[in-house]
């Protein structure tokens, strides 16, 4: 049976997921930086904020995907779009309610990069998560 449809898509999924994968992304960063792997070099620090963030959103693909069963893809898509209006409320709070300068850190190309790690990684997490969930391994086979 397959289930990648629109309507076994649930939010309540999709904000978990992305909840789990803020969290772990955040975690991640705290322990590399406790560990001193972060704030000598800009462009390593990078790197590690990618891997974290990549870590981060394929624990809640995989979260989600073990959870929901039904349309594994679609929720991680949703998880890594999840991003989008976060970003935007986050930047519309900082600029009108709070009345600081608004973040601008990332180039748009970075920004699109980073959003492709979450999709893929988001993706990822909830298609292993969805296989375990039903024959409790990633083998192909039946």
């Known amino acids: 049976m397959h289930t990648e ?3 076994n898509v649930r939010a309540v999924w999709v904000a978990a997921g992305w909840l789990v994968s803020v969290a772990v992304a955040s975690l991640v960063l705290v322990v590399l930086t406790s560990v001193g792997l972060t704030g000598q070099d800009p462009g390593t620090d990078s790197l590690w904020a990618v891997i974290a963030v990549a870590v981060g959103f394929w624990l809640g693909g995989f979260f989600t995907g073990f959870r929901a069963i039904e349309a594994p893809i679609l ?9 989008l209006p976060a970003w935007f409320l986050l930047n519309l709070l900082i600029d009108q309610v709070l009345g600081l300068a608004p973040w601008s850190a990332l180039s748009p190309p970075a920004t699109a990069a980073l959003l492709l790690v979450q999709l893929m990684a988001a993706v990822a997490g ?17």
Request: no cysteine; hydrophobic share 50%; aromatic share 4%.
């Open 5 to 7: 449809h629109l309507q």
């Open 75 to 83: 929720h991680g898509i949703a998880i890594g779009l999840a991003s």
């Open 126 to 142: 909830a298609w292993v998560g969805h296989r375990v969930a039903l024959r409790g391994g990633v083998e192909l086979s039946e």
